[in-house]
């Protein structure tokens, strides 16, 4: 099993977009995958068809138990002739969560690893919300891997800075996560995106994995609740889930 954490302390990258784009394509190809919906806004949850339930992430975080998230695990709601991700739903009641959290005197940065205890999906990925606060810090303390999304726009860099300087902090005091690699999403076909891709590529090298497109079929698919595959041939759909294909085979590579 590997353990990746989805993550930018920036809002509006489209870091949920990635991961469940990535929950798509390796399922597609026979991988068991797990999406875990760390942020209150329940995006991916929503993405995966699935709206209010319970058990869900606030329940699992409540306390320090070992092996709460396998009550939490459900099945997508995308139709069962496609890709078919498992979930532990989002909640709106995780940004109440986490201040109870930071008042634990032992420490709550651990409870989603030890929540996850016992868990076998060959591919668990972890939904952070958009900031440095504890719940991403219980996703990347839960992690094997940290995947870093950014957009091509001026200062993307300094906040991939920010957060591998993060990863690294806590790196040091248990050895994992490491970085997996950097992934430019929402990349379009202007002169500015091309200027400020190349300024990653220049920065960033070999840690730059294959970028997403912009594409409106992407949007779509969120919003109505289904894989991209399942809207075929519409414009840009194809191109989408290619894009997000390459990118779980590059990504693959790198977990191995």
Known sequence: MTTLAVVNQKGGVGKTTVAVGLAEAASSVGRSVLVVDLDPQSNASAGLGVWNVSPNIDDVLADAVPGSALAAVMDSQWPPDGPHPQLVAGSYALASREPQMAADLVGAQDRLRIALAGVTHDLVLIDCPPSLGLLCINGLFAADRALIVTEPAAWAADGVDLMRSTIARIAQRQGTPTVAGIVPNRVGRTRDNAYWLAQLTERFGTDLLPAVPQRAA?????????????????????????????LWATLERRLI
């Open 218 to 246: 992407v949007a779509e698919a969120s919003g109505k609740s289904l894989p991209l595959r399942a809207l075929r041939r519409r414009p840009g759909a194809p191109q989408a889930v290619a894009a997000f294909d390459e």
